[in-house]
């Protein structure tokens, strides 16, 4: 099938995760999407792709025959004109992005992360993973990187459809440091061994080069930080974010 150029030109827009729909790239982030609840608009399979060789721990049955059941299937060319980079597994799709607010996630109980202005997006997906994996009530990120741009949705391994995940305003975020409990995630705080951390609170990262502002280290209810080895400057912000999860986690079970 050939595409038309208004076709392409909206999918290269997409990517950038700005509207209701957004794109996923790979099979790996679909599958997780999937399992979310995500709801699926189109689905593009490159030509010549067998779901069923992606490997004992890629593949989903439901999700290969939901896929290979509703792809427009694409040749070489085509396929490549979506994508900006290849795409191993052969899919990419138009997914739809949950409808939240800040309204609906800010009193959910359990522990929440907030990105302050991080730089790379990657990292962010990086740290949408983490956040699934370990059960947060929400992720949200301050500043210009999108958490729903296609490098953070493959990144996150599509773990988006598993939490809120929002982009907030600075007047959020300030209203946020006023009304609730923040921990603010810096070397100037107590080790997570040595500061009791709370369930229903939020927990705040910086930038692995300059950490949070000092506007917020000032303000934030707590400061806390993971114990490192005399020598190193810093963790990588999605190993950060782990550290700070699951020692909150351990800490509720004690």
């Not at 988006?160 to 100037?188: G, H, M, R």
């Amino acid at each position: 099938m050939s595409l038309t150029q208004e076709e392409i030109n909206f999918y290269q827009k997409a990517r950038r995760g700005k509207g209701d729909l957004v794109i996923v790239d790979g099979f790996h982030a679909l599958k997780h999407g999937l399992r979310f609840d995500a709801v699926i608009e189109k689905i593009y399979m490159r030509e010549g792709v067998d779901l069923s060789q992606l490997g004992e721990t890629v593949v989903d049955q439901a999700v290969v025959d939901k896929v290979a059941s509703g792809a427009v299937t694409l040749n070489e060319d085509a396929f490549e004109k979506l994508t900006t980079a290849h795409v191993r597994t052969g899919v990419t799709a138009v997914m739809r992005k949950p409808g939240y607010s800040l309204e609906d996630i800010i009193d959910r109980p359990g522990s929440k992360v907030i990105l302050e202005h991080p730089r790379d997006l990657d990292n962010v997906g990086a740290c949408i993973r983490v956040a699934a994996a370990a059960d947060c009530a929400a992720l949200l990120v301050v500043g210009d990187m999108n958490p729903w741009h296609v490098r953070a949705i493959r990144a996150a391994a599509g773990c988006q459809w598993a939490l809120p995940v929002l982009q907030v305003s600075e007047v959020e975020f300030d209203c946020i440091i006023k009304k609730y409990i923040t921990y603010a995630c810096t070397d100037e705080g107590g080790t997570v061994y040595d500061v009791p951390l709370e369930n229903d609170a939020f927990y705040i990262f910086g930038t692995e080069r300059d950490g949070i502002t000092q506007a917020v280290r000032e303000r934030a209810t707590k400061k806390i930080s993971l114990p490192m080895r005399a020598g190193v400057a810093s963790l990588n912000l999605a190993t950060s974010v782990s550290g700070i999860l699951y020692a909150q986690k351990n800490d509720q079970l004690q």
